[in-house]
C-alpha cells in the first residue's frame, strides 16, 4: 500500500500516530491534510521524548499546528519508544495499521517499509479484536495527565461505543479472510520474539530475515536460529550495508546473504519482516521491531523498547510472492559475506543529553498556563518564556496563580497572541529546548466530527441572513438533536435524567447581581477570549448571531492561519491579465450582461428580504410559550445547559428585531419589505396606557 493515501479514507473521526522520530513539516503537510479532509479531526501523535526534543531543537522545522489542530507528547521508555502503530476509531468502524514507518518525509514517502492493516466494523470479530487491543496497548502511554489528551480521548470513546465494549485479542484471533493473527507488543512478561517463536511451533524450511539495523553480534538473529533451527536463514542486505557485522556470521549457522539488485532500488530498506516458512504455513511478523535484542528480547529478556509488531499465519510461500521477493532469495544474487563492507556504525544520537534539554509539559486555557516541569528543571529554581509560533519571545507577563502537586499555574496578561511553545531558563544557565504549548480552548474548537447532511442543510439557512428570525430557533433544535445523538422525540440519552420524588443532592448558592459580579475575574483589554460552545456545531449559530450584531467571530479554526494562498487560487481562467490592453484590443466585457447580473442579484435580495415577513406576532408568541415550557422542564430534570442560553439569546433577537422600527434598518433596497410585527417600546406603552 502507500500508506499516504490510506491517511484520506473516510469514515473515521479520530487518529492515534506513534513514531519513533517525527519531522512536523511531513506530518502537518502529508499526514493532517488529509485526515482532516477525509473528517478526522480528533488527531494525537505519540513520539520518543527524547526525540522530539531533538526534533524542536532544530533537526525539524518547528511546527504550526502542534497543540492547536493536534497533540503531541513525549513518550520515555526504558530503551526507546519505536511502535509505528496507527489507529483510527470511527462511530461504527475501527482500523489499525501497524508498520515500520516513522512519521518522517523518509518513512512516509521515500524508504521502503512494511505495513499490515486490520478493518473492523462494530460486530465482535477476530478484526475488532486486534484493534481493541491497539487501543488497549496506545492506552498505557494516555494515562490523562495531559487535561487536553484525556479530552480528546474521552471525546473519542463517547463517540465510538463499540471500542469501550470490545475485547482485546490476547493471542491468536481468526479474520474474515480464513487466516490467523495476533498484535504482539512490549509490556508483556515475555518478549516479542520468544511469543513469535512459540507461535510458529513446528519445524521451519526458511528463516527470513529483513532488518535494517543489527546487534553488533546477532544476538537476536542468534536466538531465532536457535529456537526455530530453520534449514536456511536468507538475509536480505544492500551490498554496501554498513550496519551488518558479518564477523558475527560464525555465531549463527546456516546464514545466506541474498543482494537486493534492483529490488525497489533507489529506497532504504527500512522495512522490517521476519517470515518462518513450514510446510503448512507462512508466519509472518511485520511491525517496528528491528533484528535486536533491545527490540525483540530473547528467552529471559523482554527487551527495553517499546515495539508492536503484527502476526500473520498465511498460505505457505504466499508472503515471498506477495511482496516480489521470488526474484531476489535466489542462487544467484547470493552475496559472499566477505564482500560485504567492514562495520561503520553511525554516531549515535545523545539522547541522555536531549533528556537533560527537555522542561515538561504546558497546556493553555485560555489565559492560564499550566506547566507540568519535567526532572532536568526545578520550577523553584526556573523561569519560563513564552515563545510565538515562530519561536521568539513573546512580550507578556506571567503571574503566578494557585497550584497543586507538581502542576505550576500562571495567568497570561498583556497580551491578546496566543503561546506556540515555551522555553525554561535555570539560575544555572541551562536552557531549554523549546516545548509545544498545548491551547486546550483552540483544540476544543477543531475537534469536531464532519456535520451530517442535516446539519449541513440547517446551517447553510444562516449563509445568507442578515437578521434575526424564528429560522434561528429551527436551526438550533436541529443541530442539538445531532450533537446529542437525538433520533427520536425522546429525551437525548446524553443528559442525565433525574426522577421527580428523588431528593437532588446538588449543593448550590443563590447569589445577588452583585456577589456573582464581585466573584468573576475581571476581564481586561488584552484577556484572550473564551467560546464554550468550542468544537460545536451550535457554535456556528453563535457566530452568526455576533455577526448580526457587528461582533466579529473568535472561534477561527486556524488551520490555514498563516499560510500562504496556493498560486492561482482564486484564477478562475475568466479574467483579463491586462484591461487597458484588452480594451485597446477592442475586447467586448458584455456591459448588457453585467447589468443584467446586478439586476437579478437585486431581486434576488427583495425575493430574501420579502421572505422575512414569515414571523407573525404569533409565531413569536408560541415560540416564547414553547421556550419557557423547555426551560422549567429541564430546570427540573437538572438538564439545562450552554444550549438554552444561545436558545435565550436567539429568541431575544428576534424579538428585538421583530420589534425594530422599519427606519432603523440599514439594508435601503429592503426597507418597507420587512415587517415590524411587534410595537416598540414607546408604542407598547402608549398602548398600554390606553
Known amino acids: 500500500m502507500k500508506l499516504y493515501e490510506r491517511f484520506a479514507d473516510k469514515e473515521f473521526h479520530t487518529s492515534i500516530a506513534t513514531s519513533f522520530g517525527i519531522d512536523f513539516d511531513a506530518y502537518e503537510n502529508i499526514v493532517l491534510p488529509r485526515l482532516r479532509g477525509a473528517g478526522c479531526r480528533n488527531n494525537l501523535v505519540l513520539a520518543d521524548g527524547r526525540m522530539l526534543t531533538h526534533a524542536l531543537c532544530g533537526a525539524s522545522a518547528l511546527p504550526h499546528h502542534a497543540g492547536r489542530l493536534y497533540t503531541i507528547n513525549g513518550i520515555s521508555a526504558q530503551g526507546a519508544f519505536h511502535p509505528k502503530l496507527f489507529l483510527q476509531v470511527g462511530r461504527r468502524r475501527g482500523r ?143 551490498p554496501e550495508c554498513t550496519v551488518f557485522p558479518k564477523w558475527a556470521l560464525g555465531e549463527v549457522q546456516g546464514v545466506r546473504i541474498y543482494d537486493r539488485g534492483d529490488f525497489r532500488k533507489g529506497r532504504f530498506i527500512h522495512a522490517k519482516a521476519i517470515i518462518a516458512r513450514t510446510t503448512t504455513a507462512d508466519h509472518v511478523l511485520v511491525g517496528s521491531a528491528n533484528c535486536t535484542l533491545p527490540a525483540l528480547g530473547h528467552a529471559d529478556f523482554a527487551g527495553s523498547n517499546e515495539e508492536a509488531c503484527l502476526y500473520r499465519r498465511l498460505p505457505p510461500g504466499s508472503t515471498v510472492d506477495a511482496l516480489g521477493l521470488g526474484a531476489v532469495l535466489t542462487s544467484e544474487r547470493q552475496l559472499d559475506p566477505a564482500a560485504l563492507p567492514d562495520l561503520d556504525l553511525d554516531e549515535e544520537l545523545p539522547l ?47 503571574s503566578p496563580l494557585a497550584s497543586s502537586g507538581d502542576t505550576l499555574r500562571f495567568e497570561i496578561g498583556d497580551t491578546q497572541e496566543r503561546p506556540a511553545f515555551a522555553r525554561a531558563q535555570h539560575k544555572d544557565g541551562r536552557v531549554s529546548a523549546p516545548s509545544i504549548v498545548t491551547l486546550i480552548d483552540r483544540l476544543r474548537a477543531v475537534v469536531r466530527e464532519t456535520s451530517s447532511r442535516q446539519a449541513d442543510n440547517a446551517l447553510r439557512l444562516l449563509d445568507d441572513e442578515t437578521e434575526a428570525s424564528l429560522m434561528l430557533l429551527d436551526v438550533l433544535g436541529v443541530l442539538e438533536r445531532i450533537e446529542q445523538g437525538e433520533r427520536t422525540g425522546k429525551e437525548p440519552i446524553s443528559i442525565p435524567k433525574t426522577r421527580k420524588d428523588e431528593p437532588s443532592n446538588a449543593a448550590y448558592t443563590t447569589l445577588s447581581y452583585e456577589q456573582f459580579i464581585a466573584g468573576r475575574r475581571p476581564r481586561t483589554e488584552n484577556q484572550l477570549p473564551h467560546n464554550s460552545l468550542a468544537g460545536s456545531d451550535v457554535s456556528i449559530v453563535r457566530n452568526f448571531l455576533n455577526r448580526v450584531i457587528g461582533l466579529g467571530a473568535v472561534d477561527q479554526d486556524d488551520e490555514e492561519e498563516g499560510a500562504p494562498l496556493p498560486a492561482g487560487a482564486f484564477d478562475l481562467g475568466d479574467e483579463t491579465g491586462d484591461g487597458q490592453a484588452a480594451l485597446d484590443a477592442g475586447e467586448d466585457f458584455d456591459t448588457e450582461k453585467t447589468r443584467r447580473e446586478e439586476e437579478e442579484r437585486e431581486r434576488a435580495e427583495h425575493r430574501k428580504a420579502a421572505a422575512a415577513k414569515k414571523a407573525t406576532k404569533d409565531q413569536i408568541v408560541a415560540a416564547v410559550t414553547a421556550f419557557s415550557k423547555r426551560i422549567r422542564e429541564r430546570k427540573e430534570s437538572g438538564a439545562l445547559d450552554i444550549h438554552d442560553v444561545i436558545r435565550l439569546r436567539a429568541l431575544l433577537m428576534i424579538i428585538c428585531t421583530a420589534a425594530l422600527p422599519v427606519a432603523a434598518t440599514k439594508i435601503s433596497k429592503a426597507k418597507g419589505l420587512r415587517l415590524q410585527v411587534l410595537p416598540s417600546l414607546r408604542k407598547a406603552i402608549r398602548i398600554a396606557g390606553r
Open 352 to 398: 541522555g543529553e536531549l533528556a537533560a534539554l527537555n522542561s515538561g509539559k504546558f497546556e493553555c486555557r485560555v489565559d492560564t498556563l499550566t506547566w507540568c516541569p519535567s526532572d532536568a528543571f526545578d520550577p523553584a529554581e526556573s523561569t519560563i518564556t513564552l515563545l510565538d509560533q515562530h519561536g521568539k519571545p513573546m512580550p507578556c507577563r506571567l
Open 96 to 238: 489499525l495499521i501497524v508498520s515500520s514507518a516513522n512519521l518522517t518525509t523518509p518513512g512516509l514517502g521515500g524508504n521502503l517499509e512494511l505495513a499490515g492493516m486490520v478493518v473492523s466494523d462494530e460486530l465482535d470479530s477476530g478484526e475488532q479484536r486486534l484493534v481493541a487491543a491497539g487501543w488497549q496497548y496506545l492506552s498505557r502511554f494516555l494515562n490523562g495527565d495531559q487535561q487536553a489528551t484525556a479530552a480528546q480521548v474521552e471525546w473519542m470513546l463517547t463517540r465510538a461505543p463499540w471500542l469501550a465494549k470490545a475485547t482485546p485479542a490476547t493471542g491468536l484471533v481468526s479474520l474474515a479472510d480464513g487466516t490467523l493473527a495476533a498484535l504482539l507488543t512490549t509490556g508483556e512478561n515475555l518478549g516479542i520474539g520468544r511469543r513469535f517463536t512459540e507461535l510458529v511451533g513446528e519445524p521451519v524450511e526458511r528463516l527470513i530475515v529483513i532488518s535494517p539495523y543489527w546487534d553488533p553480534n546477532l544476538a537476536a538473529l542468534s536466538y531465532l536460529a536457535e529456537r526455530l533451527s530453520p534449514g536456511e536463514i536468507s538475509v536480505l542486505l544492500e
